[in-house]
């Protein structure tokens, strides 16, 4: 069965703008030529759209809901712009929320005022907790959150970008490697520290015991994590942070008790913002495909509304990049 997706490969173009094209939407800002070009391959492909889809569209708001855990992280704001990127190809709107540990879907976005949630879970939330959120009448797609027993996920190479950070402090020399991790309930926090684990094995690094710290993604957690780890008896010259808010924290720590960063201590983090940028010192970071997952996840989610089948991938367009600051510098 030919999917829209495949029409909208075929013709080179995004699902939303095949969807326009041959919905007839107006305002859509579709050139003829181009509408005559998807109308075209979709005839030739023999697509047949869901009529049902297309009968209930009237009666739908055309609005997603992005519900992250805390509106103010700056850490969401690349991951909004890519879903508004993509809501406003749909003559649309991004509503914006937040989700803590007792609530659920229906309650924070209400009944018909949107079309369908992209859904950041809380690090202290655990699986079968969001089984239970994930039970709304509208379409949800996860983010960075995989479960084993359902499809609709946009996740990050969190392995991969904490291989990255770790190959960076060894490449300066570093041997003695410590992690300070998210909580263990997530997914995204346990494979970055399978990706921490991994790349100290594949160079035969030890890693010490004490020296892989659960912490959280927050200042506070790193804060927290940063002082427990430095009262280890040996002591690790680099540290990979899970999260750039908790690197924050955990510069905090380190010059509270007076340690000079990258002079006593490298510390590199995963993700990025504007702050880590004008800390001081800076930040050293690997940034993640924040935007591309937001336009990937909404382009899932109006697929999803007209009928596709939700699925399970990894942004891979663009990969996790090391952005060296002053936080990190090689063994002296």
Known sequence: MVRLQDVADAAGVSRSLASRALNGVAHARVSETTRAHIVEVAERLAYIPDQRARALRTARSGALALV????????????????????????????????????????IVGRGRVDGV?????????????????????????????????????????????????EHLIDLGHRRIAFLGGRDLHDASRRRREGFLGCMSRHRLPVQPGHVVEGGWEAADGQQ????????????????????????????????????????????????????????????????????????????????????????????????????????????
Do not use: K
């Open 118 to 166: 992209l859904l950041q879970r809380p690090e202290t939330m655990d699986d079968e907790h969001l089984y239970a959120v994930l039970r709304a009448e509208i379409p949800v797609v996860t983010f960075n959150s995989c479960l084993s027993e359902r499809l609709g996920s946009v996740i990050l190479a969190d392995t991969e970008g904490a291989a990255a950070a770790t």
């Open 68 to 107: 992250v855990p805390d509106v103010s992280n700056a850490v969401f704001a690349e991951l909004l712009t890519g879903v508004a990127s993509v809501v406003r190809e749909h003559q649309a709107a991004v509503l914006l929320s937040q989700i803590g540990d007792g609530q659920d879907l229906t309650a």
């Open 225 to 332: 994590a940063m002082t427990r780890l430095l009262q280890h008896p040996d002591r690790p010259t680099g540290v990979v942070v899970a999260s750039v808010n908790a690197g924050l924290g955990a510069l905090a720590a380190a010059a509270d008790l007076g340690l000079s960063v990258p002079s006593d201590l490298s510390v590199v983090a995963i993700q990025d913002t504007w702050f880590a940028a004008v800390a001081r010192p800076s930040l050293t970071v690997v940034q993640m495909p924040m935007r591309e997952a937001g336009r990937a996840a909404a382009e899932m989610l109006y697929g999803a509304i007209v009928g596709d089948a939700l699925e399970n991938i990894v942004v891979t367009s663009r990969p996790p990049t090391l952005v060296q600051r002053a936080s990190t510098d090689g063994i002296t």
